[in-house]
């Protein structure tokens, strides 16, 4: 109940083109939804983050859009480039309830081709 | 930009011994992290540290492992008697904040092979 399910594990890309990647989670106690970026020698880094009381949030060309009745939520990048060619975790977290749990998908490894 | 730093980046060592896994954190940063991933799994959370405490602590983070903030620079973690099942690439993180849902920053960090 407390794992984050992430697919695809690898995707592969166009110049220009849209990046999907999904998450899904079972535990209804998650309220707190950010997404990591890491480049090769790097660690993890904030990309992105939604709370479950809105459906979608958008920043830049990253989206993440968010299905509370499904338990998905997943990760748009639109125009992609070879510049996001990354590996990406999704990664769930319940802050209530005492103490607090983060919870890691098994990551996307994404390349955009030139 | 301030980051958090890891040493040595590549660690390898034998089944038993003993491996001390180093990282600098963010110097205002008051919270601490480590998580491992092991090849081709997810990032697991293996505890976090505040104010020379254990705040809280996985199952994976049992008597083998433990942490020090042995000055006001440096945040270690510490097997004590090495598995194979302890290879992996350890991330240390920080924070100025309390709560997971702000933002953790994340070393390079350490891959621990052993053999």
């Known amino acids: 109940q407390q794992q984050v399910k992430q697919s695809p594990q690898s995707l592969i890309v166009q110049k220009g083109g849209i990046s999907i990647i999904n998450c899904a989670y079972e535990n209804t106690a998650f309220d707190y939804f950010p997404w990591y970026q890491q480049f090769p020698g790097k660690g993890p880094a904030l990309l992105i983050a939604?709370?479950?009381?809105?459906s979608e949030k958008k920043e830049g060309r990253f989206t993440i859009s968010f299905n509370k009745s499904a338990k998905q939520f997943s990760l748009h990048i639109m125009d992609s480039q070879p510049g996001d060619s990354a590996t990406y975790f999704c990664a769930a977290i319940q802050t209530q309830g005492g103490s607090e749990k983060l919870v890691f998908g098994k990551g996307t490894k994404l390349t955009v081709n030139p | 930009e301030p980051e958090v730093t890891q040493t040595p980046s590549h660690q390898v060592t034998q089944m038993g011994q003993e491996v001390i896994l180093r990282c600098v954190p963010i110097?205002?940063?008051?919270?601490f992290y480590w998580y491992r991933q092991i090849l081709g799994q997810k990032v697991e959370f293996l505890v976090s540290?505040?104010?020379?405490?254990?705040?809280?602590k996985s199952e994976i983070f049992d008597d083998q492992f433990s942490v020090e903030r042995p000055d006001g620079s440096n945040f270690t973690l510490k097997i004590r008697s090495t598995k194979l099942e302890d290879s992996a690439m350890y991330f240390c993180?920080?924070?100025?904040?309390?709560?997971?849902?702000?933002?953790?920053?994340f070393g390079p960090g350490t891959r621990l092979t052993v053999l």
């Open positions: 939604i709370r479950p009381d809105v």
């Open positions: 540290f505040y104010n020379n405490e254990i705040s809280e």
């Open positions: 110097s205002n940063h008051l919270y």
């Open positions: 993180a920080s924070s100025d904040k309390a709560t997971l849902s702000d933002e953790q920053f």
